[in-house]
C-alpha cells in the first residue's frame, strides 16, 4: 500500500487518489497541448516549417490515444500505481532529453514517440480505470471531473508556458513541463494505493457489507499485450462501437487537433499577441472544467445519444462560424467559453455508452480503442490544419470543415436508433 495513504482515514484515502489522478492527468494532457506554444519559437531558433513542427505534434497526439487500450490492458493485469509511475517517468525523461535536440527528428522523437508513449499511459483510460475501481455510485459525475481535467490541463496552463517563451525561448517552457511530470512521480508513489482492499476499503457508495474481490491472477506478458485485441475483436462486432469511435474521431479533430494545436498560430495570423491567444485557450480550460462535470451530471440522468448529437451540432456550428466574425476580444472570448463548455463534454455520454453496450470488464479497454479514433483525428488536423496553412496562406478553410465534421457526427446520433444489447464476454 502507498506509505502516507496509511495515516489517511478511507474517505481520505479515496480524496487523495481522486486529487493525484486529476493532476495527473492535466499535467499528461498539458505536456501533448505544449506543442502548440512551442511551434512559433522553434521555428524563429531553427528555421524548422510549421508542417515539420505539426508533424511531431501530430505523432504525438495520435500515441496518446493509441496507447491507451495497452496502458488499460496493463493497469487490469499490472496495476494502475505502476503504468502511472511509468507513464509519469517517461514523460519527464523525455521532455528533459529534448533540451539538447537540434534536429527535426530529435523534436519527433522526444516529443512526439517517447513523450506520446508516456502521456498516453497517464490518459482518459486512467480516469476510466480510476472511476470504475474506486466508486459504485457517482460515475457520471466522477467521470466528468477526470474528463475535465485532461482538457483543463490542455488549455489552462498555455498562457504560463506562452509567457516563458514570450521572447522565443523554447527551453523554459520545456524545463517546466518536465518538472511538473517528475514532480508527481512521489505523489503517486505515497498516496495512490493500487485497490481500495489495500486499504482494507469498499469502493465509494458501495454496500456496508459487500464482500471485497479477490486479487486477479496476473497474467503473462504476451497475455497482457494480447487482451486489448481479443477485447477489440468482440467489440467490432457492435455497430455502436464504430458510431462511438467515428464520432471521437471528430472530437478529437475539433478539439487537440485543431484548437488546441493551431488557435494560437491562428490567432498570431490575425494580429493577437501569443500570450493573449493562450489566455482564450485558458479561458477555454476553465469553463471546461465546469462544463465536462455538469456533461457528467447529465448523463446519470439523460439519454447520452441526446446529449451528444447538441453537443457535436453545437461545435461544429461555432466552428464554421467563427473565421467569419470579427477577431476582437469581445468575439473571442464569447468563443472560448461556448468553446470551453462543449471542449470535452462528449467523454461522460461516450463513456456511459461504452459501459451500457460493453460492460464493466470490457469497457476501458474498448474506450481505449474509441480514444485511439479521438486521437486519429486530433493527428489528422494538427498535421492537416498545418499543412492547409502552408499551402493557403490561411486556416479558414480547416475551420469550416472542421464544422462540418462536427454537424455530421451530430447528425449520425440524431438517425442512429437507440438499441441496447450487450455483448456476451466470451
Not at 175 to 182: D, G, K, P, Q, T
Request: hydrophobic share 55%; aromatic share 12%.
Amino acid at each position: 500500500m502507498a506509505p502516507l495513504a496509511r495515516l489517511l482515514p478511507p474517505r481520505g484515502i479515496t480524496i487523495g487518489v481522486v486529487a493525484v489522478t486529476f493532476f495527473s492527468l492535466l499535467i499528461s494532457a498539458g505536456l501533448r497541448a505544449t506543442p502548440g506554444v512551442l511551434m512559433v519559437p522553434l521555428t524563429l531558433n531553427f528555421g524548422w516549417s510549421r508542417a515539420s513542427i505539426s508533424a511531431a505534434a501530430a505523432i504525438g497526439i495520435l500515441l496518446y490515444g493509441l496507447v491507451g487500450p495497452f496502458a488499460a490492458a496493463f493497469m487490469r493485469s499490472y496495476g494502475i500505481r505502476r503504468t502511472m509511475i511509468g507513464g509519469l517517468v517517461l514523460m519527464s525523461a523525455s521532455t528533459f532529453a529534448s533540451l539538447w535536440m537540434s534536429q527535426p527528428w530529435h523534436y519527433v522523437l522526444t516529443w512526439g514517440l517517447l513523450a506520446g508513449v508516456g502521456s498516453g499511459s497517464v490518459a482518459m483510460v486512467l480516469g476510466s480505470a480510476i472511476v470504475n475501481r474506486w466508486f459504485a455510485t457517482r460515475q457520471g459525475l466522477m467521470m466528468g471531473l477526470m474528463s475535465a481535467s485532461t482538457a483543463t490541463g490542455a488549455l489552462i496552463f498555455l498562457p504560463f508556458l506562452a509567457w516563458l517563451s514570450r521572447y522565443g525561448a523554447w527551453k523554459p517552457t520545456v524545463i517546466a513541463v518536465c518538472a511538473a511530470s517528475a514532480l508527481l512521480v512521489p505523489l503517486v508513489a505515497l498516496l495512490v494505493p493500487e485497490h481500495p482492499r489495500d486499504a482494507g476499503m469498499r469502493r465509494y457508495g458501495e454496500a456496508p457489507d459487500a464482500p471485497l474481490p479477490e486479487p486477479e491472477p496476473r497474467p503473462s506478458v504476451a497475455g497482457a499485450m494480447a487482451l486489448p485485441f481479443t477485447v477489440l475483436a468482440r467489440g467490432v462486432r457492435a455497430p455502436i462501437f464504430w458510431l462511438l469511435f467515428g464520432t471521437f474521431f471528430v472530437c478529437g479533430l475539433t478539439t487537440n487537433g485543431l484548437v488546441g494545436t493551431h488557435l494560437i498560430a491562428y490567432c498570431g495570423d490575425m494580429g493577437i499577441a501569443p500570450v493573449a491567444a493562450a489566455g482564450l485557450l485558458s479561458l477555454m480550460g476553465f469553463f471546461d472544467l465546469f462544463g465536462t462535470t455538469a456533461s457528467g451530471w447529465l448523463t446519470d440522468r439523460y439519454d447520452p445519444k441526446k446529449l451528444l448529437c447538441i453537443y457535436y451540432g453545437l461545435r461544429g456550428l461555432s466552428l464554421m462560424v467563427l473565421p467569419f466574425q470579427t477577431w476582437n476580444g469581445t468575439t473571442l472570448a464569447v468563443f472560448a467559453i461556448f468553446y470551453g463548455l462543449d471542449w470535452i463534454a462528449t467523454v461522460p455520454p461516450t463513456v456511459r455508452l461504452a459501459n451500457v453496450h460493453f460492460g464493466e470488464r470490457d469497457a476501458p479497454i474498448l474506450f481505449g480503442w474509441i480514444l485511439v479514433g479521438h486521437q486519429i483525428g486530433a493527428a489528422v488536423a494538427a498535421y492537416g490544419a498545418g499543412l492547409i496553412r502552408q499551402d493557403y496562406g490561411s486556416y479558414l478553410p480547416a475551420f469550416v470543415l472542421a464544422g462540418c465534421f462536427g454537424v455530421l457526427a451530430s447528425l449520425a446520433f440524431l438517425i442512429t436508433p437507440n438499441r441496447t444489447r450487450r455483448l456476451a464476454v466470451a
